[in-house]
């Protein structure tokens, strides 16, 4: 398995951006497709972004499109997401998990193909 580290959450004003990264270590991340998902007090975890493991390939969710960019950095095992436009309903943890594959342009956004998860880092932006 591949273990996954966040960093990069604070907090922000409303309109503000943060880039949150997931630095993973371990198995080769190359192998792993990523994806972030959040989750917000008293709500269920929710797919936010993905990027498949060659980094070809992305979806977001569809409140985060065009305000969200995933990207990734195999050489460095870093996987970021860009957030701009922040609103008050961001405000949660955010995670990012990694799915083994071997299909390298393929994107997954079921949190259940997601093997390894990280600690979380909270974003919270205040109105």
């Known amino acids: 398995q591949v273990q996954l580290v966040e960093s990069g959450g604070g907090l922000v004003q409303a309109g503000g951006s943060l880039e949150l990264s997931c630095e993973a270590s371990?198995?080769?991340?190359?192998?792993?497709?990523v994806g972030w998902f959040r989750q917000a007090p008293g709500k269920e975890r929710r797919f936010v972004a993905g990027i498949s493991a060659s980094g070809s390939s992305t979806r977001y969710a569809d409140s985060m499109e065009g305000r969200f960019t995933i990207s990734r950095d195999n050489a460095k095992n870093t996987v970021l997401l860009q957030m701009n436009s922040l609103k008050p309903e961001d405000t949660a943890v955010y995670y990012c998990?990694?799915?083994?594959?071997?299909?390298?342009?393929?994107?997954?956004?079921?949190?259940?193909?997601?093997?390894?998860w990280g600690q979380g880092t909270q974003v919270t932006v205040a109105s």
């Open positions: 371990g198995r080769t991340a190359r192998s792993y497709a």
């Open positions: 998990a990694a799915a083994y594959t071997i299909y390298s342009d393929q994107v997954y956004i079921v949190s259940q193909r997601f093997g390894s």
